[in-house]
Structures are given as C-alpha cells and as structure tokens.
C-alpha cells in the first residue's frame, strides 16, 4: 500500500548512529508526530509513514525527549475529546467509541518504542490505557454518556427475559458494550497545564519525575515541557497525576473497578427486580403439593439456564458469580421456608428421576441447602422407619408379610434415590446410614433387634418346610440389607444366634446347609470372630449326629413303637444360648438310657464333662386316649411337656404343687409355661381349674388327696378360658400352687393327626445373660458413632488438639451428640488404651492416629 510521506527534512535511514539532538530539533520531530496525530485523529492512517513514526519515537526517546512526547501525545488526547458535542444519539455514542478505541490501538502500535523503553521503564500509565480513561473522563462521564448506553443494555436485557427469545445479532451489539465498559481502566487520569511564564524551570529534554501524595490518594507521575502547535505561548508545562478508583492495586490497569462502579449495581439491581417477580409468580400455587414443587422446580431451572445463555450470548463471564448470588438468594435459599417438611418428603416418596435430579442440581448450588436437603433426607427415612418397624417385638397373623414388603420397597427407594437419582454422590454416603443411627437410638434396639432377627426365623423355618423358596430367598436379601445397617451388632448376634439354637433343636438334620449359608453371609459382612459362636453351633450338631450313630451302633437300638428313641444333642454351653441348669426327677428308664450314652461318651471323651439338660429338649409322642371314643394321635412337645402328660397315666387329676414334686422342675415359671402351652394352644388337652371353683362343683379339700385317679373328669366340663386370662405374661403369674389341673376329655382331636405344642419360652421366662438394657445399648450405638468419627478425622488431620475433635465431633451430628463431651473425652481414652489413637509426648491434649 502507498503512503503519502509528510514533508520533513529528517533522513529516513532507520537507526543511523546519530549526534545528540537539540531542542529545535527536537521540536521539529514533535511537529512532525503531531500532524500524524491529526491524520490518525481524522481516520486516515493511509497516509502514515510508520517508519517515520517509529524512528522518530526512536530518536526522541533516547535523546530524552519521551517525557515531552508522552505528556504530548496526552495533551493532545484531552484536546480531541474536550469539544461540545450536542444531541448524540445511541448509535453515534457507540460507533465513536468503536472509532476511538481504532484510534488508540493504532497509537499504542507506533508509539511502540515509546511505550517500551520509556513508559515501562518509568512505570508510567500505557498510552491505551491513559487515553481510554481520559475518554471516560472527558466523553462517557460528561452528558451521562454512560448511564444512558447502561440504560439502553439493561432495557434490552430486559426485554429479552419478558420475551424468552434472543436475537444473535442483537446479542453482539450488547456483549460489544459490555465488554468496552469492562475494558475501561481503573485510574483516573488528571493532566494540568501551566504556562511557562509561570513555571520555567524544567527544560524540553528533562523530566520529573515522582511519586508523591497530594491529595485524595492523588499520585503526581511526572512534569514536563511540551511545545505548544498553534498556540499563544511556545512551550508549556503539563503536570500529569493518576488516582486509582476504589483502591485498586498500582498498576493494575484493569481490575473492573469502572466496571462495578457503574454498571454491576444497576444490573444487579434489575436482575434483582425481575426474579423476585418471577419467584411470587412461581407460587401462584397449585393444590396438589407434588405438582407446585415440580413447577417450582421446573420455572427455576428455567431461569438459571436462560440467564446463563444471556451471560453467554450478551455479556460477560464476569457478571456471571454476583447474578447468580442474587439468584440464589431469591430462588434457592427459601426453598425449605416455602415447601414444608410434610409436601417435601412426600416428594421424596413419589417423585420421579427427573424430580430428584433437578432437586439435587438446584439445591447443590448453596452448601446451607444442600446440607439442609440431607437434613430432610434423613429425617425422611427415620420417619420411613418409624411407620415400618411395629411397635411389637413379634409378628401376629400376616405381620412379617407386610413387614417385609414395607422394608423392600424402602430399600428400593432408597436405592433409586442414591444410586439412580443422585448417581453414588459421595456427598450422601452417610445419609441413609445416619437415618438408621438415629432410628435405632431414637427406638428401643433390642425391640428392633428381636422383629429382624424373628423375620429371619420366619423365612429360615418357611425354608425348612420348602415354602416359595424364590420369595424367601428374596427376603432374605431384604434381611440382610437392613441388618447391614444395625449397628448394635453383638445384640443382633446374640438373638440370632438363641432363636438358632430352637431351629436346631427343631428341624431335621439335613437342612442345615441353609443355615450354614445365612453364617456366611454373617461371616462376610462382620468377620470371622463375628461368627465364631455360630459356626460352634453348628459343629455341635454334626458331632452330636456322629455320636448318635455310633452309640445305635454299640447299642444296636431297634426304631419301632414299642421303644423309646432318644436322640442325644451334645452341645457346648459357651455357644449356645439355653436356660440355667434345671434338676428333674428322672425316670428309672430314662435314667437308664442317659447313663448308658454317658459312659459312651466318656469313653470318647475322658476329659470333657457331660450334664443332662432335660429343659432344652424336645419329645415326639404316640397317644392312645381311652374315653367315650378310642383316638391315636401324635403330639410333638418339649420334654418338660412330655413329664407333664406322662403324670395323667396315673391320675386323672392334680395340684400343680404335687405336678411340681413329681416332676422335680426346680424352675416353677418354666414348668407354668409348658403347661399353659398344653392348655391354651392348637387342642387343649389338659384344663386348669381354681381350687375355689373345684370344691364348688366336685368335692371339699378333706377329701381331694383320697379321690386320685377315681373322681370322672366327664362331669366337669370347664373351660380355663373362664377363669384365666388368655394374656400369657399375666397367666403364669395367675397359675396358684393349689390349682388343680386334669385332663379335658372334651378335646375335640381328629385320629391319627399330629399336634405340635410350643416349647420355645427363652424369651418368657428367661432373660438372656448377654443381653442390653435399651440406656446402654443406646450409648454403646452412640460410642460406635463416636468412634468412627473420631478415626476419620485424625486420619485426615494427623493430628488434633482435644477441643478440636470434641467440636469435630459434635458438628458431625449436633442432635444426636450434642451434650456429649465427657462421652467424647471417654472415648478418646479407650482409643488411646486399644493404641488406635496415641497423645503427644509434650502435650497431653495433643492426639494423632496410629496407622
């Protein structure tokens, strides 16, 4: 391209070694900067000689005239923007500003030597940046420029939220303002002239140079002599001084302060204006709660997007973090004040995947809400818990049914919600296991305990009988979710394992692979120690099948009616979980039997000590009834039951403190139990009958001793319903040693059928030595919690001082710990005594983790 070259007498062989200049000189390369000042002023940059520009900056510099050329290019700066322009238009604001800012690039590209080697080496303002903040001084402040152009873009903003629709070529027009208003400098740029006849004290080649304070933070950055073209003096003396806007850091040209000042509040406060109005719209509320937080949801999300493709399209990213404060203050932060708990949960409940993952999109914007949805989330499935788990330790009727299809379809959704929902956000690993934490304290555990480990009895024995093994074994995994989150697990064990040791006792031999199974899923989720007692049991019982084998064997015992059978079970008393030892007055025959199983046994085992406990067993009966009708039929009992019915093939009736002496049960409640469960369940074949009402209908106590196995049992027909309680845990304190109890000949039992009494009163009569009273098991449950936390923080930490692993702690989980500071203390102790934890050796409140 052709330049017209402007007339000089300078030779343009670039970077010649040259003689020092002097002033005139020195005028004359300034008068030639300034016509290609007024060419790039008027737009015609063609006709630049760039050479000429760069060596004249070049030649100026070095022979210290910069300071003159600086402060020139300056002062020429000002006296372009400072003229009247009246009635401009939006469009003339914003295509001057596009102009200038042509203007200056072009001016920082040839004045480039200048700005190298004399405005940075001097610290001083660049050229774009000195005259883009004259520009805001001298055009955009004066008229309110600027507030109109700000104006003019809020409106539009505006009018694309209302209308939901945005125009890309409008968008440019707005992002284009934005981002010159983000541009401008923060530094205010004053420049004062004097005449000379008033200052002459600083020659054209010299410069001041300072860093002084003289007012309002107000920097003086240099004074020079300038030569003045075309004005009524020749030379005069610019005093050049900059402040910062807001404090800024020095010499950072652009850290937006013009920006915040004048556009970020307006913005903010429109932006403000509008969503508040969007967000009461939003609550123009629909009846049915589900639909009004979906909508919520929906409008919210909405609006987020929308405003973040207005950011994108419109303006600029760093308007994004402060619109979006704002935002969540109006549409997030009183999420929880406007939907209620109840609306909230029931949303949890039937809300969809696209529910709840706009739910935890939205929410996880503001960590207080976030928190607060956890919150919600745990109080949701302690509730759930709360309506699944009867209050009862057993189930009645289709209870365990109903039980078990309540915690499946809870386990579902609690799956759906943190797998499908939240994807495994780490953020709520712990909510469902705290949930469960808080049921089981908030609960009575042992209640809880006794209904999983009873629904573990119901499938285990529906899976002896070969009941919808399918459906059990699904159960079963429903079991074994729940009992994952148990936390008092030793209690667990030791129900579990007393109900195992009925079934044992129970069932036959050959299907106790299932239970062998249930115990390694035991063993895999607790440990090998968990399961020690269990597996015991279980090897009692194949040893105890050996035994019986062999001692047939030596014995060569023939199986038919005519013979008594017993079946030896040698168990070990530190697995299984039975009641204290009873004495019986044995039978001669029985006692025959046991003492030859006896000798056997110690003929295998010399050193081990064998005890007959005659409580736990078990009885298969053959009955011939001899009455009106002749009926046969089979009872299945306990023993104790069995020595009970054996007393009636001599009498007809007796007092229970006679039954007492006979049989030699030094358990009365034991014996109680048994002999109401012969009386009250499946057909009742003996009756209870006060002796009060005995001596009213049949004869006077004088003579009852006399009337053994003769008084007709047929002329008393009483029910014991009439005079007893059918609530078992006040009968047996109703049972009275001078009660009679005979035999009820009205026993409607059908010939050749089996009848099967309960024995199993472990859980009546006897309280479990290893068991927990609710107040020690809770704090044990709250030691665990304690516990872990405790670990995990100084696993991250290394090291802690005491009152931080208290506070730690006790943030964790203020409802449930709060208060518990000495517990917190006691448990740090015992970690330290099982060296899980170690105190410094200089600061006894010092604490680390030991790996």
């Known amino acids: 391209m052709e330049m017209d070259l402007i007339p000089t007498n300078i030779s343009f062989n670039p970077f010649r070694i040259e003689s020092l200049i002097d002033d005139h000189t020195a005028?004359?390369?300034?008068?030639?900067?300034?016509?290609?000042?007024?060419?790039?002023?008027?737009?015609?940059?063609?006709?630049?000689?760039?050479?000429?520009?760069?060596?004249?900056?070049?030649?100026?510099?070095?022979?210290?005239?910069?300071?003159?050329?600086?402060?020139?290019?300056?002062?020429?700066?000002?006296?372009?923007?400072?003229?009247?322009?009246?009635?401009?238009?939006?469009?003339?604001?914003?295509?001057?500003?596009?102009?200038?800012?042509?203007?200056?690039?072009?001016?920082?590209?040839?004045?480039?030597?200048?700005?190298?080697?004399?405005?940075?080496?001097?610290?001083?303002?660049?050229?774009?940046?000195?005259?883009?903040?004259?520009?805001?001084?001298?055009?955009?402040?004066?008229?309110?420029?600027?507030?109109?152009?700000?104006?003019?873009?809020?409106?539009?903003l505006n009018y694309i939220r209302k209308s939901k629709k945005l125009d890309i070529n409008f968008s440019k027009e707005i992002r284009f303002i934005v981002e010159q208003i983000l541009s401008l400098p923060s530094i205010e740029i004053n420049i004062k002239s004097l005449p000379e006849d008033i200052v002459d004290t600083i020659r054209l080649n010299e410069v001041c140079c300072q860093s002084k304070i003289i007012e309002d933070d107000e920097l003086i950055s240099l004074k020079s002599k300038i030569p003045v073209?075309?004005?009524?003096?020749?030379?005069?003396?610019?005093?050049?001084?900059?402040?910062?806007?807001?404090?800024?850091?020095?010499?950072?040209?652009?850290?937006?302060?013009?920006?915040?000042?004048?556009?970020?509040?307006?913005?903010?406060?429109?932006?403000r204006e509008y969503h508040e109005k969007e967000f009461e719209m939003s609550h123009t509320l629909d009846k049915d709660s589900i639909s009004q937080i979906r909508n919520y949801l929906n409008k919210c999300e909405q609006n987020y997007m929308f405003e973040k493709m207005i950011v994108e399209n419109c303006l600029v990213f760093q308007v994004w973090e402060e619109l979006i404060k704002e935002m969540d203050k109006i549409w997030i932060h009183p999420f929880f004040e406007r939907f209620s708990s109840i609306n909230l949960f029931e949303f949890f409940l039937i809300g969809t995947k696209n529910d709840l993952q706009q739910l935890f999109r939205i929410l996880s914007r503001v960590p207080e809400c976030l928190e607060k949805l956890k919150n919600s989330l745990k109080q949701f499935f302690s509730i759930r818990l709360e309506k699944i788990?009867?209050?009862?330790?057993?189930?009645?009727?289709?209870?365990?049914?109903?039980?078990?299809?309540?915690?499946?379809?809870?386990?579902?959704?609690?799956?759906?919600?943190?797998?499908?929902?939240?994807?495994?956000?780490?953020?709520?690993?712990?909510?469902?296991?705290?949930?469960?934490?808080?049921?089981?304290?908030?609960?009575?555990?042992?209640?809880?305990?006794?209904?999983?480990?009873?629904?573990?009895?119901?499938v285990l024995r529906s899976l002896y009988n070969d009941n919808k093994i399918d459906e059990n074994n699904k159960h079963l995994d429903t079991l074994f979710w729940l009992f994952k989150y148990v936390s008092n697990k030793s209690l667990f064990e030791i129900k579990y394992r007393t109900l195992l040791c009925k079934r044992l006792m129970e069932f036959d031999v050959n299907k106790r692979n299932i239970e062998h199974n249930i115990i390694i899923k035991l063993r895999g989720e607790c440990g090998h120690g968990y399961t020690l007692k269990l597996e015991g049991i279980l090897a009692d019982m194949i040893q105890s099948e050996v035994l019986n084998i062999e001692f047939q064997q030596i014995n060569n015992e023939i199986s038919d009616l005519s013979n008594t059978i017993i079946n030896y079970k040698v168990i070990t008393p530190n697995f299984w979980i039975t009641h204290p030892y009873i004495n019986f007055s044995f039978l001669n025959n029985l006692n025959c039997k046991l003492d030859n199983f006896t000798q056997f046994f110690y003929s295998k085992y010399e050193r081990r000590k064998l005890q007959w406990h005659l409580g736990e067993g078990s009885a298969i009966i053959n009955v011939n009834l001899k009455s009106q009708f002749n009926k046969s039929f089979t009872i299945e009992c306990s023993t104790i039951q069995m020595f009970i019915l054996d007393i009636f093939n001599t009498f007809d009736f007796i007092s229970f403190e006679e039954m007492q002496k006979i049989i030699g049960c030094s358990d009365i409640n034991l014996l109680k139990h048994n002999l109401l469960c012969l009386v009250f369940e499946n057909e009742p074949l003996l009756n209870i009958i006060p002796i009060t009402r005995w001596k009213e209908i049949t004869i006077s106590n004088n003579n009852l001793n006399e009337n053994k196995g003769i008084f007709g049992i047929t002329e008393l027909n009483i029910c014991p319903k009439e005079h007893f309680s059918t609530n078992k845990n006040s009968l047996i304190a109703s049972v009275s040693l001078t009660d009679i109890i005979c035999i009820n000949n009205d026993a409607n039992v059908k010939g050749n059928s089996i009848i099967k009494y309960n024995y199993d009163s472990l859980d009546l009569n006897y309280e479990i030595k290893q068991n927990f009273d609710s107040e020690g098991s809770s704090i044990r449950d709250k030691g665990y919690i304690i516990d872990s936390i405790i670990v995990r923080n100084l696993k991250k930490n290394k090291t802690l001082h005491i009152d931080d692993i208290t506070r730690r702690v006790i943030n964790h989980n203020d409802v449930l710990l709060h208060g518990s500071t000495e517990l917190i203390v006691e448990r740090l102790e015992m970690l330290c005594q099982k060296e899980f934890v170690s105190k410094d050796l200089f600061s006894q409140n010092l604490y680390s983790y030991v790996p």
């Open 27 to 156: 005028v004359s390369l300034y008068r030639g900067i300034y016509e290609c000042l007024e060419l790039i002023k008027c737009g015609e940059t063609h006709k630049l000689s760039f050479e000429f520009l760069y060596r004249t900056c070049y030649r100026l510099t070095i022979n210290n005239y910069g300071g003159m050329l600086y402060c020139g290019v300056l002062d020429f700066i000002v006296e372009m923007l400072d003229k009247e322009r009246k009635d401009e238009t939006l469009d003339e604001i914003v295509n001057f500003w596009k102009t200038f800012e042509v203007t200056m690039d072009t001016l920082h590209d040839v004045l480039m030597y200048l700005e190298k080697n004399f405005i940075i080496s001097n610290t001083k303002v660049p050229i774009k940046t000195a005259g883009m903040s004259i520009f805001l001084k001298y055009y955009l402040l004066s008229s309110n420029r600027i507030v109109n152009v700000i104006n003019y873009v809020l409106e539009q």
């Open 229 to 271: 073209i075309n004005g009524a003096y020749d030379n005069k003396i610019l005093i050049f001084t900059y402040k910062f806007n807001h404090k800024a850091p020095e010499f950072n040209w652009r850290d937006f302060a013009i920006f915040n000042q004048f556009f970020m509040p307006y913005f903010l406060a429109k932006s």
């Open 389 to 458: 788990f009867p209050v009862d330790e057993v189930f009645i009727n289709d209870g365990f049914k109903k039980f078990i299809d309540k915690v499946h379809l809870f386990k579902c959704r609690s799956e759906f919600i943190f797998i499908e929902c939240f994807k495994n956000n780490s953020m709520f690993n712990q909510v469902l296991s705290v949930s469960f934490e808080d049921f089981f304290l908030n609960r009575n555990a042992t209640t809880t305990i006794n209904l999983m480990v009873n629904g573990f009895d119901i």
